[in-house]
């Protein structure tokens, strides 16, 4: 099936985005010059989800261009496409992201997609056109660069490395939390007398009453709904779902997944959040850090969605979340508004300053007890590091010529190692947290095992403070971190609990405080299964 192509504003900000990432060649092989547009491309002005979706596209336009941008220009130039329809510099990126959707589509025709906020836009149909008269010639040459190369697809021209996240990302499991702080709608009766029929009539009544909603309860709804659960291991496919072997409020449903968009409530009602798991699998490594009067600081980079998951888990023993690096017109600032009032957290403060503007003695925190710190990284690890970047904005858009190559250079990864041992380093300072989690989506060391090394190193400089120590995670015995490698079954990430060391009374103390915290959460999971 051949795809029906994208609105115009995609192709436009796919080529904003192509024309700031990529590399041109030098001045004497150079066929192209992808010169900036003199005027800015419009945004959206449709709604918030489809905005979004629009980013979403043309990002990963714009991503699959970089991969196979020198085949795409050699197709240009061995067709002679420029030579004969001499198109401007300021169109030569669009015409290169127009150029690899045309070749996905199988140099069919596209179907226009417009709706609210959509509109034509000139250059866009200017090149399409140059394009599809010029499609035999196209696909002419791009098809002797495939038998020159003895290439299967034009996939086989990528790294190996590459290549294997390009087709690993459309097998993917689509992840989604369960949101607990759902309101229940309940139904009474009242007897009123009819007058006309000469008799009595049950009248119902409607009104919600907040209780925590638990998995199984979502697993029931959806069963009724026609979906049927796996084994967590069983290939997803079709109008099933499973469980998450990692996180318990998680459930994975098949990566191209209609059916729960279109035959389920719980996406609107927002009971079920759809998010990349490495998130998830963050805000579960705080259950067991968490207790009464134990508030959470989160600093990093982070959607409105992960933010409300950490609340909903806060919620369990009445705490708060503190939200750092928020100024007062910051975009993620109203974006997180509005998510945090739909999915029904109002435990969530934002803070203006940044992690490292904060400090122990600041009155706001005097109840933080734990930090999870989820810094921009490389996305190195992710099958699919676009739709990390756009919706996590969880690393640099300047890293998607590195990524497209499968290795990001010195120059990229230093000032982000840079940022990454500073944040963890001061979230170690603070003398009243007893727990750090911190968490990455980076294949690299550098920004994983080392910044815990150099943290650790830094914190233990204060010597009148405990030290830090890496415990466990909580999904194996052993005291140490959790590296998940990409798979067909989820992404892949680093995650690092620390906890600082106790001795002595100390010890005992907060052994009786856990028993306590263990025996609330589970008279908690009684009751919210019992209601």
């Not at 139904?187 to 008799?199: A, D, F, G, I, S």
């Not at 989690?437 to 994983?448: D, G, I, L, R």
């Not at 405990?466 to 067909?488: H, Y």
């Amino acid at each position: 099936m051949t795809k029906p192509g994208f609105p115009d504003r995609v192709y436009e900000r796919a080529a904003d985005a192509f024309r700031a990432s990529c590399v041109e060649k030098t001045l004497v092989y150079r066929y192209a010059s992808y010169a900036p547009v003199p005027h800015p491309a419009a945004g959206d002005t449709g709604n918030e989800n489809h905005a979004k979706q629009n980013e979403l596209w043309a990002y990963e336009l714009a991503f699959n261009t970089l991969k196979f941008q020198a085949l795409l220009e050699d197709v240009l130039i061995d067709s002679c496409f420029q030579a004969t329809r001499r198109m401007p510099d300021d169109l030569m990126a669009l015409a290169m992201v127009m150029l690899y959707d045309l070749q996905d589509r199988k140099f069919q025709p596209r179907e226009p997609m417009t709706g609210e906020g959509e509109g034509l836009v000139e250059e866009v149909r200017l090149v399409e056109d140059s394009l599809f008269r010029f499609r035999t010639k196209l696909a002419a040459s791009l098809a002797r660069f495939r038998i020159k190369q003895d290439l299967v697809c034009i996939d086989d021209i990528l790294p190996k490395s590459v290549k294997e996240k390009h087709q690993r990302k459309h097998k993917l499991p689509t992840c989604a939390w369960v949101n607990t702080l759902k309101s229940r709608y309940t139904h009474t009766h009242t007897r009123l007398y009819c007058p006309t029929n000469m008799c009595h009539v049950h009248v119902p009544h409607v009104y919600a009453h907040f209780v925590l909603r638990s998995v199984d309860e979502v697993c029931v709804t959806l069963k009724t709904q026609g979906f049927v659960q796996v084994d967590p291991h069983t290939h997803l496919e079709g109008r099933v779902f499973c469980k998450d072997t990692h996180c318990p409020d998680v459930l994975l449903f098949p990566r191209q997944a209609p059916e729960l968009r279109d035959k389920t409530t719980l996406l609107l009602d927002r009971t079920l959040i759809i998010q990349e798991k490495s998130r998830s699998l963050a805000v579960c490594a705080l259950r067991p850090l968490l207790a009464k009067n134990t508030d959470i600081l989160l600093a990093g980079s982070f959607s409105a969605h992960t933010v409300a998951h950490v609340g909903v888990q806060a919620s369990v023993f009445s705490n708060h979340v503190y939200v750092c690096g928020l100024p007062a017109d910051s975009a993620l600032r109203e974006e997180l508004h509005v998510t945090l009032s739909r999915i029904g957290c109002k435990n969530v403060r934002l803070l203006p300053e940044r992690l490292a503007e904060l400090s122990e003695g600041d009155s706001r925190l005097q109840k933080v007890r734990v930090v999870l710190v989820l810094p921009r990284c490389t996305a190195s690890a992710l099958s699919d590091p676009i739709a990390h970047i756009v919706n996590e904005d969880g690393a640099d858009r300047k890293l998607l010529q590195d990524l497209s190559q499968g290795a990001v250079s010195d120059a990229n990864l230093e000032p982000l190692i840079h940022n990454q041992i500073h944040d963890l380093s001061h979230a170690l300072t603070f003398p009243k947290v007893h727990g750090v989690v911190y968490c990455t989506c980076s294949v690299y060391a550098e920004e994983n095992e080392l910044v815990v090394k150099s943290a650790l190193k830094n914190a233990a400089a204060r010597t009148k403070l405990r030290p830090f120590r890496i415990v466990s995670t909580g999904w194996t015995d052993e005291e140490t971190f959790l590296r998940l490698q990409a798979s067909d079954t989820g992404e892949g990430c680093f995650l690092c609990v620390l906890k600082r060391e106790v001795c002595g009374r100390e010890t005992l103390a907060v052994d009786i405080e856990e028993k306590k915290n263990t025996e609330t959460h589970s008279d908690l999971t009684l009751t919210v299964l019992l209601a």
